[in-house]
Each structure stands twice: as structure tokens, then as C-alpha cells.
């Protein structure tokens, strides 16, 4: 796994409800993700504005209303699985695109991506480039807010202030 800096704009699909906390990754921290477990913030973004789409409709011909943010993103220290399983990784790392609901939500089962967040973890990595899953050809960028360090730059560009500011408005 290539560990290297990173410095780009990505994308991503804001609930309406929670988009005065773009930044949080609360909302993967609450049942989990393809690369977090329950209880660990994630990011889950995308480097084009068409997979955050994809990602956040999940494949349904009707999807709820969203937000679409755009990202600037230098971080460190961020892996890279663009390319695919390499031989020199981890053989875990060949279910990266495992049906990690599926094992969870339905079977019961750790998925193996969780495990692989662990390994990105102890390689100091504070996210990981894959490819999207929803969209073939598209990019997604997992971040761990609290992996990052006061050298990463991670904001929302919201130059005009439009997001809201606290949850009260969608009372």
C-alpha cells in the first residue's frame, strides 16, 4: 500500500439535516463503514462530483434531498488503492470491495474492510484513495478526522457562508 501526500478538491453529498457539520464524519461513526467501524468518525468523500452523487443515492432511481460540497483536501499521509490489490500488500486487502453491508447488517459478520482501516491505521495513514464502487471509474477518499494533524488542511469550501451554521433551521 502507497502511503504519500495528497493535495486535491473532492466531493460530497451533504444530508440536508447535517450539513452544518460537513467536516465530522459523525454520520459513518454511527452504524459504520466500509472503512470504519461503529464509533469511529469517517469521512467518506469523492473526487468527482458525479461519484459523491452516486455514492449518496446508492444506485436508488429516487434519492432523498442533498447538499453537494465541495472539499480542499493536503493531508500527509493518505494510502492509495486506485491501482488495485497490489501482491506486496496484505492478502486481506483483495475484499476491499467486499458487500461490507451485506456482512454486517444482514449476516452479522465483521466485514474484512474494517480490518484493513486497522492496517491503514498502524501504517499511519489518515485515509485511503479507492475506487468507487457505485460508480466504475470514480474515486472515493476515506479521511479519519481525528488521525489528521495540525500540518493536514482539510475544509469545505463555503466562501459565501450558505451552509447552515447550526442544526435549528431544519426544526
Not at 10 to 33: I, K, V
Not at 77 to 97: I, M, S, T
Request: aromatic share 12%; glycine share 8%; charged share 25%.
Amino acid at each position: 500500500m502507497i502511503v504519500a501526500p495528497v493535495d486535491l478538491l473532492a466531493y460530497r453529498m451533504l444530508t440536508p439535516r447535517w450539513s452544518f457539520q460537513p467536516l465530522s464524519g459523525a454520520g459513518a461513526a454511527r452504524e459504520g463503514g466500509r472503512f470504519n467501524r461503529p464509533r469511529t468518525r469517517a469521512l467518506y468523500l469523492s473526487l468527482e462530483p458525479e461519484t459523491a452523487v452516486a455514492e449518496f443515492s446508492q444506485a436508488e432511481p429516487l434519492f432523498s434531498p442533498g447538499v453537494l460540497a465541495c472539499f480542499r483536501i493536503r493531508v500527509e499521509q493518505v494510502a492509495d488503492l486506485r491501482e488495485g490489490y497490489n501482491r506486496d500488500w496484505d492478502p486481506l486487502w483483495r475484499e476491499w470491495d467486499c458487500e461490507w453491508k451485506r456482512l454486517w447488517f444482514i449476516e452479522g459478520i465483521e466485514p474484512p474492510t474494517w480490518a484493513m482501516a486497522d492496517l491503514l491505521e498502524g501504517a499511519g495513514a489518515r485515509g485511503l484513495l479507492f475506487p468507487s464502487v457505485k460508480r466504475p471509474g470514480g474515486t472515493n477518499l476515506v479521511l479519519y478526522p481525528e488521525r489528521l494533524t495540525d500540518g493536514d488542511e482539510l475544509q469545505v469550501h463555503d466562501p459565501e457562508g450558505q451552509l447552515p451554521k447550526s442544526q435549528k433551521s431544519w426544526r
